[in-house]
């Protein structure tokens, strides 16, 4: 983690600038920008965000990931679906206490020296561009769990002030660019060394974001000395954003497609949500009907006309909603085995239904003989799902 506030790095490279003095270079620097404000700024609106979440899940160690979709998190599925806004929400925030801490003590580290470099609307377009890249990066790269926070934009942070060292190597006193380069590539190799050996840490957002930040710093960086910190009307800055734009676009461009199939899961699972509470409803009723069956409190005239009117339909009922419903491939055989469950449920009644009308013993046994299938059905799906988790 890098140190004090002059300790970022850099790399060396030729300029014909002259190297200034570590005062002139300090106040050079203040001149253009005396208080690192939008630095500051994402600094608050950071920390605030994740206090307001910290306050909702009661936890500020993690927040779950359905709230972090709720407030705009980067969720592919969504993404795809028009909601491109969360490529831009999801910079603000954070799974937990160590994620929004560390980002933000990286990024006012860092902010206060780029900001100073690149002025305040150079910063604010690096931050957003490199933050936004990343975010498109994390969503080429990996579809499936949600995506949040400052990383990618702040890695853009680090790499723009790698650019402005490389272009701009005589506008920073030796001592300041050695500070730099050990600070900037210690933090940067640091976190993408955790990155790869750490699980929940998104690298493509990292590398993602620090590609736009170097693209963006190369475009914009200015000797120290010029009287604006960014030119936007030349060549060098405009066509800067241009690549940007076309990184970012190509990254969406190459993205998989998986809005189709997490409509599908969703569809899915909500069919099964509503499988589940209307077969325990039926079970329920039923076993309530033998009960007032055998204690005579209802006639068998009249339990008849409840399965036939009301039982075997709703079991008929949820075997239509399970056989026309598409299920992910993965769990394809589970749609089959609850259709299989389903029918066999309805087919016991049709059975006992015979044997009220019949009166025929053979009838009562084809009854109880379905009912245990359909409780080894049960019991043969559950096993099946244990053993697929244990070799997960």
Not at 205 to 212: S, V
Request: aromatic letters at 10%.
């Amino acid at each position: 983690m890098p140190g004090p506030l002059r300790i970022i790095g850099g790399i060396p490279c030729r300029c014909r600038t002259p190297v200034l003095n570590y005062d002139t270079f300090i106040n050079l620097l203040f001149s253009r920008v005396k208080r690192a404000d939008v630095t500051l700024a994402l600094v608050v609106l950071n920390a605030v965000i994740f206090a307001l979440l910290a306050a909702m899940a009661m936890s500020p160690m993690q927040i779950p990931s359905e709230l972090l979709i709720r407030f705009g998190g980067n969720f592919a599925p969504l993404v795809q679906k028009g909601q491109e806004w969360r490529l831009f929400t999801a910079l603000f925030l954070h799974g937990g206490l160590l994620h929004v801490g560390l980002n933000m003590f990286a990024l006012y580290q860092a902010g206060q020296v780029v900001e100073r470099l690149f002025g305040r609307a150079g910063f604010a377009v690096i931050y957003l561009g490199a933050g936004l890249v990343g975010n498109l990066a994390s969503l080429w790269w990996r579809q499936g769990p949600v995506s949040v926070g400052a990383s990618g934009a702040i890695f853009g942070v680090y790499g723009a002030l790698l650019a402005y060292l490389m272009l701009q190597r005589g506008s920073v006193p030796g001592e300041v660019f050695r500070e730099m380069r050990s600070g900037t590539l210690g933090f940067i190799g640091y976190s993408l060394f955790a990155g790869f050996s750490l699980p929940g840490i998104d690298n493509a957002a990292h590398l993602g974001g620090l590609a736009g930040g170097l693209l963006l710093g190369a475009a914009f960086a200015e000797p120290v000395i010029a009287s604006r910190p960014v030119r936007w009307l030349s060549l060098r800055a405009i066509g800067g954003v241009l690549l940007t734009l076309a990184l970012g676009f190509g990254l969406w461009q190459k993205t998989p497609e998986v809005l189709r199939s997490f409509e599908i899961d969703s569809a899915y699972q909500q069919t099964l949500q509503r499988f589940s509470t209307e077969e325990q409803e039926l079970l329920h009723d039923q076993a309530e009907l033998m009960e007032r069956l055998r204690l005579r409190r209802i006639t068998e005239a009249a339990a008849l006309d409840t399965l036939e009117h009301d039982f075997i339909p709703r079991w008929d009922q949820q075997i239509t909603h399970l056989s026309w419903r598409k299920a992910p491939e993965a769990v394809e055989w589970q749609r089959g085995e609850l259709v299989h469950y389903a029918t066999t449920r309805r087919d016991a009644l049709k059975a006992l239904a015979q044997a009220l009308e019949t009166r025929q013993a053979v009838w009562i046994e084809r009854s109880r003989s379905l009912q245990v299938q359909a409780d080894n059905i049960l019991l043969q799906m559950r096993l099946r799902k244990s053993m697929e988790s244990a070799n997960r």
